[in-house]
């Protein structure tokens, strides 16, 4: 298991952490998400084997938001 | 979120029906009933549930909306900015077929429903546990200004002020969101809910009223079925005025987040306000300005209580529905005095009457003169009066 930190600075309120969290339910191999409004920022654990950096930050696209990889 | 979770929230034409449908029971309530009894212990079951309805839905409404309007603008600027954002990530073709349409009724519905549940079960517990619940005039100061404070804090996050403000925003824990998520598919649930049942805690001139009875009522299941009654009653009101505000701004699709966060930082003042006016605090609006525009009443005295049967070291000082008059009372310095407080059909919240630095609170009966015993206070000092709402204000200077 691996765990990224990403920056997403186009959150505006607490639902759009909710939001991102709802990845959970939509991408293979997240094990969680811990989003925060407060800090701006999107906790991802997930299984490097079957998924990749890219493959979230796109989903985080694809539900409005812009995801940078922190760490 | 996508037009499928979309279905998933009830529509708003029926929240609307059940707004109307409800008003209608409350006309037809009332057309039975031309002339709206006081709450009588003796009454019956019915007549008391029946009365704490009216009580509701004519002055309970208002006046619940002027003290917990704000909670409920909070939950709804939350599902304002939502759709706003929701509106702004479409593709610009489809952004200008479309208007932001704010779904704002579910949110209004989660708030209400929250709201009359927690009421039911406070209800409950004050019929059960008799008169420990009751906050302290200074506690519940000091929930108001909490509360105006974290209405401000959160109209400055809209604007972008600072980060510092993006912690007025409740961030609910882990286990709940996903909770919600999952069953509510993404809905901003949350947010109305938590507020509408912390309107329990900011209670107006008039839900004190009926706490009272509830407590009066001394069991469970009539405290919280008065306690529902009431607050059913007060849910019309606050639906239609909640419900058309927000729709009828959102036509103004550009300005309408800054308009909303602008209405939730004046009602944040509003509420701030009435906090300090609730802790006697010389820097409240009211008592800040009174020294500027002085009140050019008269002293009044009331029709049932004579100029003859007063002695000098009486005051009086007339509750009527819209606030104290004389707003300003001149008394004399160094010497204890009667405060005489006058009621003539009064309804209103200024019959909860607060003078914060004598810790003193007591509700008045509608008809009828209350005397308050004030003792010596000094030259040049000053004791302000609130109503418990922190709306209707006045002051005793003692020279």
Not at chain 2, 27 to 44: C, E, Y
Not at chain 2, 65 to 93: F, I, T, W
Not at chain 2, 170 to 176: D, G, R, S, Y
């Amino acid at each position: 298991m691996k765990k990224r930190i990403f920056k997403v600075t186009d959150m505006s309120c607490t639902n759009c952490a909710m939001k991102l969290e709802s990845l959970e339910d939509v991408l293979d191999g997240v094990k969680q998400i811990n989003a925060s409004y407060h800090k701006l920022e999107m906790i991802v654990e997930y299984d490097e084997s079957r998924l990749t950096d890219e493959q979230i930050i796109a989903a985080a696209k694809k539900k409005g938001y812009t995801a940078i990889l922190v760490e | 979120m996508s037009s499928k979770e979309r279905k998933s929230s009830i529509d708003p034409v029926v929240i609307v029906t059940l707004g109307l449908v409800l008003l209608a029971i409350a006309f037809v309530l009332i057309a039975l009933r031309p002339n709206v009894p006081t709450i009588n212990a003796d009454s019956g079951t019915w007549s008391q549930l029946v009365v704490a309805f009216i009580t509701g839905i004519t002055t309970g409404g208002l006046s619940c909306l002027a003290v917990q309007g704000g909670l409920l603008a909070s939950s709804l600027a939350h599902q304002v900015e939502l759709d706003y954002v929701e509106h702004a990530g479409l593709n610009k073709k489809a952004r200008q077929k479309t208007s932001v349409h704010t779904n704002s009724a579910f949110p209004i519905f989660l708030f209400l429903t929250a709201k009359i549940i927690a009421y039911t079960l406070l209800g409950a517990l004050l019929g059960w546990l008799g008169s420990y619940l009751t906050l302290s005039p200074v506690t519940r100061a000091i929930l108001v200004i909490a509360i105006g404070i974290f209405m401000i804090g959160n109209a400055l996050r809209m604007f972008n002020a600072h980060p510092v403000f993006r912690y007025f925003s409740v961030e609910p824990p882990k286990f709940i969101t996903r909770y919600i998520r999952r069953t509510a598919k993404g809905t901003d649930t949350f947010t109305p809910i938590f507020l509408g049942a912390l309107t329990i805690f900011i209670p107006c001139g008039i839900t004190q009223a009926m706490m009272a009875t509830a407590l009066g009522a001394g069991s469970i299941v009539m405290g919280a079925a008065l306690m529902f009654a009431f607050t059913l009653g007060t849910s019309p009101v606050f639906f239609l005025v909640a419900y058309l505000t927000t729709e009828l701004g959102a036509h103004l699709e550009k300005f309408f987040m800054r308009f909303v966060a602008i209405v939730v930082l004046i009602l944040g003042f509003y509420t701030l306000n009435g906090g300090l006016n609730l802790l006697g605090s010389p820097f409240s609006f009211q008592n800040l300005t009174r020294n500027v525009f002085p009140s050019t009443n008269e002293p009044t005295i009331a029709a049932d209580v004579t100029q003859s049967s007063l002695a000098t070291d009486e005051l009086v000082l007339n509750v009527e529905n819209h606030g104290y008059s004389p707003s300003t009372l001149k008394a004399p310095a160094g010497k204890d005095l009667k405060l005489n407080l006058v009621t003539k059909g009064t309804y209103s919240c200024a019959l909860t009457f607060i003078i914060p630095d004598l810790n003193f609170y007591q509700m008045l009966p509608p008809f009828g003169t209350v005397q308050v015993d004030i003792p010596a206070q000094q030259k040049g000092s000053t004791l302000f009066f609130t109503c418990s709402m922190g709306m209707y204000t006045g002051e005793i200077v003692f020279e």
